[in-house]
């Protein structure tokens, strides 16, 4: 193949790194192919329209060292808030499968920070145990990458082997977790998106984490996503939404007892639900909604007029 028929030098965020055209995935079967960059012949079901195929190693090499160097410099104790350094790097691809390193290692990290005991051989560990998760994964195997990647967290945490007994359950049960939130999406993939629910799923089910911390993430690649799902991703950003203020509940002075605050794990939006008679009531319920996932961080509030107008959105108590 000529290098230099269709290519520059550059680098290419979205699309083919080599060229920037669409990519397109065979359904079917994987073929072999040799690697744009190194030459290597590999198996893949992803080419650009121009034939190119770059191996999961090349697409990530460049970024994974300086992600690597991040969460070892980084005191950071949010996996959000680390997460969102690394979304901000310029080598950053839009896809690929350095996200399921990205995931533990935010997820590892922060852990470490937030007991003052910074484990460089745990983050290490994590990337490379993401890096067995090749590209496509979500599309081929019926899993997501960056939501191994959130098993993988754990299992590293917890020091899980295939002999472990509840520790191996649960790192199951966190991957599952993860891919409950995301599944409820659809697709097309968004690496993103999907690495940044399967943090914050983490940080809710692990109990490692300081939960009272605000931070998020909203998109600004949307832009250059041909395939971005606009106002159907939690992380589109608020200010292009088409409904900015949704209050199916009104509220009145005679009315008395508590109400429910929660994110939604779809839309990402802090809302509110009410009117519970009791405390106990409320609390059962966002336990029920955390439980099956339908919530992140549900917290009881008195229903009253300072609550209902904080949040633009207030549901009716179903």
Known sequence: MDHNSCCSNADHISGCMVCGRELYYISEMFVRANCFYCGKEKSTNVFCCEGHYVCDECHRKDVLELVEQICIDSDLTDPVELALCIFDLKKLHMHGPEYHSIVPAVLVSAYGNSI????????????????????????????????????IAYSVLKKVTPYSKEERGEANLMTAHALMAISKLGGPRCCKRESMIAIEIAKQKFGFFDESNESRYECSQFVNNDMCIHSDCPFYPRSKREDEMYKELEFTEEQKGYGLVFTNPLSGIRGLTGIFDTYEEADRTGRQWSKRGDAIRPEVAPWDRATYDKYDWVFKRK
């Open 116 to 151: 003052n005991k910074k484990d460089i051989p745990a983050i290490k560990e994590a990337i490379a145990r993401g890096k067995a998760i090749f590209g496509g994964i979500c599309g081929t195997h019926g899993t997501c990458g960056a939501c191994i990647g959130v098993g």
